[in-house]
């Protein structure tokens, strides 16, 4: 049974950096394409990035470009999000997702971890 589980999140001054690792276990991480999605309070759930299973190639949402980053270890069953300039608009659930393909949609992910909160004071 595949399991998705994140950690790293928590509570950050606006400016800072912070990273992110979903932990993913239950099956063969490399066949997996992997997402991160969140939800800020009141909003509906966004894609934020995505990677294919070797790691040569993302996509991150153009709003969060050149400020977020993703990648993964397949030799440590990870993926990562590495956030940059954080402000309080970045407040949100923090998601990641495990599919057979390379989406920027959730319904193309089969597997999803719990979420993590990342809070970004100003």
């Known amino acids: 049974q595949v399991q998705l589980v994140e950690s790293g999140a928590g509570l950050v001054q606006a400016g800072n950096s912070l990273t992110l690792s979903c932990v993913f276990s239950?099956?063969?991480?490399?066949?997996?394409?992997m997402g991160w999605f969140r939800q800020a309070p009141g909003k509906e759930r966004e894609f934020v990035a995505a990677?294919?299973?070797?790691?040569?190639?993302?996509v991150v949402t153009d709003s969060l470009q050149g400020r977020f980053t993703i990648s993964r270890d397949n030799a440590e069953n990870t993926v990562y999000l590495q956030m940059k300039k954080l402000t309080p608009e970045d407040t949100a659930v923090y998601t990641c997702a495990a599919g057979l393909v390379l989406s920027t949609q959730s319904r193309d992910y089969q597997y999803w971890g719990p979420g993590t909160q990342v809070t970004v004071s100003s």
């Open positions: 990677i294919t299973r070797t790691g040569g190639k993302t």
């Open positions: 239950g099956r063969a991480f490399s066949v997996y394409y």
